[in-house]
T-cell receptor, first 114, second 114 residues
Framework: QQQVKQSPQSLIVQKGGISIINCAYE??????FPWYQQFPGKGPALLIA?????SEKKEGRFTISFNKSAKQFSLHIMDSQPGDSATYFC?????????????FGKGTLLTVNP | DAGITQSPRHKVTETGTPVTLRCHQT?????MYWYRQDPGHGLRLIHY???????DKGEVSDGYSVSRSKTEDFLLTLESATSSQTSVYFC?????????????FGSGTRLTVV
C-alpha cells in the first residue's frame, strides 16, 4: 500500500516558469511533510517542510501548499531555473509516533530548459 | 555529505555471493536507515535502526540483513546477492525518528550484481 502518492513522474518546464509537483497521503496521523531534492549522483537533501497547522510555507522561490481536508500537499517552484533540474521527493511522517520513519513518494524528475 | 560516509561507493559482485555495505556517521544520531533507489520506485526502505542493536524491517527487507553494534556504524548485508538487488543504496541518519530535523543522506553505493 503506497501511503504517499506523487505526481507527475516527470516534468519539463521552461526557464522562468512555475513547476508544480503534487502529493497525496492516506494516513491521517501524518503531521510532518517535507520535500527532498536530489541531484544526479548525490543523496537527497531536505529542501523545505511543513506542518499541518499552516496552509502554506515559503522559502525563497520554493513554496509548499497544504490542504489538510483533501490530504494533499504540493511544491511550487517559482521562476524555475536550469539549476533546479533534479529529482524531487515528497514525504510524510507521524512525528510523535513510534513509527520512526518517513514515508517517501516515488519522486518527480524535473527538467528546466534554458 | 558531512557526517555520514558510505563505503564502498561502487561495487560489482557475482550472483550468490554475500555483500556488506557500510554506513558510518560522526553525528551521534540515534536513527539510521538503509534505502534502495531504483527507477520508477523512488526510495524504498530496507531496514532501519532506532538505537544500538535495535533494528526493524522496512518495506523491501527480504534478502537483506542489518547490524548496528555501535552508534556510528550501520551495516547492510546482502546474504546471497541476486541480480534484482542491483541498485543504488543510500544510508540516512536522523536525530529524530519522524524526520522533523531532516534526514541526512550519504552519497550512495552503486551495486551491480552480475
Amino acid at each position: 500500500q503506497q501511503q504517499v502518492k506523487q505526481s507527475p513522474q516527470s516534468l519539463i518546464v521552461q526557464k522562468g516558469g512555475i513547476s508544480i509537483i503534487n502529493c497525496a497521503y492516506e494516513n491521517t496521523a501524518f503531521d510532518y511533510f517535507p520535500w527532498y531534492q536530489q541531484f544526479p549522483g548525490k543523496g537527497p537533501a531536505l529542501l523545505i517542510a511543513i506542518r499541518p497547522d499552516v496552509s502554506e510555507k515559503k522559502e525563497g522561490r520554493f513554496t509548499i501548499s497544504f490542504n489538510k481536508s483533501a490530504k494533499q500537499f504540493s511544491l511550487h517552484i517559482m521562476d524555475s531555473q536550469p539549476g533546479d533540474s533534479a529529482t524531487y521527493f515528497c514525504a510524510a511522517s507521524n512525528s510523535g509516533g513510534s513509527n520512526y520513519k518517513l514515508t517517501f513518494g516515488k519522486g518527480t524528475l524535473l527538467t528546466v530548459n534554458p | 555529505d558531512a557526517g555520514i560516509t558510505q563505503s564502498p561507493r561502487h561495487k560489482v559482485t557475482e550472483t550468490g555471493t554475500p555483500v556488506t555495505l557500510r554506513c558510518h556517521q560522526t553525528e551521534n544520531h540515534r536513527y539510521m536507515y538503509w534505502y534502495r533507489q531504483d527507477p520508477g520506485h523512488g526510495l524504498r526502505l530496507i531496514h532501519y535502526s532506532y538505537g544500538v542493536k535495535d533494528t526493524d524491517k522496512g518495506e523491501v527487507s527480504d534478502g537483506y540483513s542489518v547490524s548496528r553494534s555501535k552508534t556510528e556504524d550501520f551495516l547492510l548485508t546482502l546474504e546471497s546477492a541476486t541480480s534484482s538487488q542491483t541498485s543504488v543504496y543510500f544510508c540516512a541518519i536522523s536525530p529524530s525518528g519522524g524526520g522533523i530535523y531532516g534526514y541526512t543522506f550519504g552519497s550512495g553505493t552503486r551495486l551491480t550484481v552480475v
